[in-house]
């Protein structure tokens, strides 16, 4: 195969890609705003969410346009999710069960963030940084009896 075949070859499978995330973010889109049309009396306390995942949309179609199908990747992974997740809020079977979840996504999940984030933090105070992103470092880092109450 020489160069031009192959030049052709991986323009056509971009084309394919750019074509799959176009399509993917269209159905997903068509996706949510069912869920929305259907629930929106119940999407109130989750208008962030939905938030959420209208700007990873619209970054995941700039990045497409760009050709920058790897970034778009990345971002479409956590739009799915995020929208997989208002799904299981919304259709929830009860109230007491819709609250609940929503609990989980906003409360437990910021907190397994943030333990995530000091562990990582700690981890890096071990590291030979320079003084400005040791300070950066440690404005992450919970107090020892934060990181155990989170533990």
């Known amino acids: 195969m020489n160069l031009d075949n192959k ?11 750019h074509d799959y995330f176009v399509n993917a973010i ?8 069912c869920v929305i049309k259907n629930h929106y009396q119940e999407l109130t306390d989750i208008q962030p969410i939905v938030n959420f995942i ?3 949309i619209d970054t995941i179609l700039l990045l497409t346009e760009n050709l920058r199908l790897w970034d778009a990747e990345m971002q479409f992974r956590s739009a799915l999710e995020v929208t997989a997740k208002l799904s299981r ?6 109230r007491d069960t819709r609250d609940k979840r929503i609990s989980e996504f906003w409360d437990d999940m910021y907190e397994i963030n943030i333990l995530k984030r ?19 470092c440690n404005a992450l880092m919970l107090s020892d009896d934060e990181f155990s109450r989170l533990c």
């Open 89 to 94: 809020i919304v259709l929830a079977s009860d």
């Open 7 to 17: 030049v052709k070859k991986w323009c056509d499978n971009l084309g394919k890609t």
């Open 54 to 56: 209208d700007n990873r």
């Open 26 to 33: 269209n159905n997903s889109t068509i996706l949510r705003c």
């Open 118 to 136: 000091a562990k990582k933090a700690r981890s890096y105070m071990n590291l030979p940084f320079d003084i400005e992103l040791k300070a950066r």
